[in-house]
């Protein structure tokens, strides 16, 4: 089973940027689509962006523009770089796997708090 660690989360005021690391074990890593979601309460969990094995990225209409996913295979690691931050954009972020019915464990996640 892979395991997933999300981290760089934190409190930045509007406007501001945050990039957000998950690290996974296993080498099965480099071969699958992987996605960026984010929870925030009362909400259920939504898929923010997301990037196939070849490089190619694909982001939800709220975040185009301003938040960019990359990966770096030799070290099991998938980034979210967000700049433009918006209250909107507080949550908890988690990283797995693009399909669904192949989803791993889920994280703890990193908590993003968009706030002045």
């Known amino acids: 089973q892979v395991q997933l660690v999300e981290s760089g989360g934190g409190l930045v005021q509007p406007g501001g940027s945050l990039r957000l690391s998950c690290v996974a074990s296993g080498r099965i890593f480099r071969i699958v689509d992987m996605g960026w979601y984010r929870q925030a309460p009362g909400e259920q969990r939504e898929l923010v962006a997301g990037?196939?094995?070849?490089?190619?990225?694909n982001y939800g209409d709220s975040v185009k523009g301003r938040f960019t996913i990359s990966r770096d295979k030799g070290k099991n690691t998938v980034y979210l770089q967000m700049n433009s931050l918006k209250p909107e954009d507080t949550a908890v972020y988690y990283c797995?796997?693009?399909?669904?019915?192949?989803?791993?464990?889920w994280g703890q996640g990193t908590q993003v708090t968009v706030s002045s």
């Open positions: 990037i196939d094995s070849h490089g190619s990225a």
């Open positions: 797995n796997q693009i399909l669904r019915s192949r989803w791993w464990d």
